[in-house]
């Protein structure tokens, strides 16, 4: 789940939610150095885009749409193996939007947010390895 909070446009305040899930696959691990890591994953993540008008100085009669989400998605692991079953990672994925969609205010219209065509993120995690 990501909210954005209040979000000042040109004509008023909106909102937007995303609430979804990702499922992906990591079939090869590289290893370097002895404790020292690469995996490459790919997946496909789903859920739902949430946009609303919030009543103010622009938006006399809000209005809201939830619009469905699919993306594919590129991960680049960078992992490090501290003991024999904690390892910390370092990880930047690449999100590929499957569907476009904009919202936008009317009268007059006006785009609020348009679904860019790609999508990074970075993320650090400490992970506990079960063999």
Known sequence: HADSGKVNVELGR???????GRVEGCP??????????FVPCAGIEAGALHG?????RGIVFPDQAT??????????RLQADVEEFLLLELA?????????HEFYLENPDRSAHE????????????GFRFE
């Open 14 to 20: 909106t909102r937007f939610r995303f609430w979804g």
């Open 28 to 37: 090869l691990r590289w290893r370097f150095e002895e404790h020292f890591g």
């Open 52 to 56: 609303e008008g919030l009543p103010g």
């Open 67 to 76: 619009e469905p989400w699919l993306a594919a998605v590129a991960v680049a």
């Open 92 to 100: 930047g994925d690449l999100r590929v939007p499957l569907l476009q």
């Open 115 to 126: 679904v860019p065509p790609l999508a990074f993120g970075v993320s650090l995690g400490v």
